[in-house]
């Protein structure tokens, strides 16, 4: 079992920048690939970024340019850094483990979640 705990979130002007963070627990960090999905209100939870246990990458289209997503394994802990952030990033973010890096990109694969936090960014 691996427990997931998000902070950061918060309130934003558009264009300003915010920075997600993700501890994790009860199980060993470094054989989980890691990743951060959202959900808007009314709509699915979608896929905005992963990183592997060895380092490797992947953005959704929308935060591509913008987000970096980074991992400490010491620390048990990944980051998401959000810039030129858009009203339409308004959403729940929350923080997701799997053993297997493409399930990040579907939210009905992934084995664990965290609780999410709000991002709210005004125009």
């Known amino acids: 079992q691996v427990t997931l705990v998000e902070s950061g979130g918060g309130l934003v002007q558009a264009g300003g920048s915010l920075t997600l963070s993700c501890a994790a627990s009860g199980g060993t960090f470094s054989n989980y690939h890691m990743g951060w999905l959202r959900q808007v209100s009314g709509k699915e939870r979608e896929f905005v970024a992963a990183i592997s246990k060895e380092g490797r990458t992947n953005y959704a289209e929308s935060a591509k340019g913008r987000f970096t997503l980074s991992r400490d394994n010491a620390k048990n802990m990944v980051a998401l850094q959000m810039n030129s952030l858009k009203p339409e990033d308004t959403a729940i973010y929350y923080c997701?483990?799997?053993?297997?890096?493409?399930?990040?990109?579907?939210?009905?694969?992934?084995?664990?979640w965290g609780q999410g936090t709000q991002v709210t960014v005004s125009s």
């Open positions: 997701a483990a799997d053993p297997y890096y493409y399930h990040l990109t579907a939210p009905r694969l992934v084995d664990y």
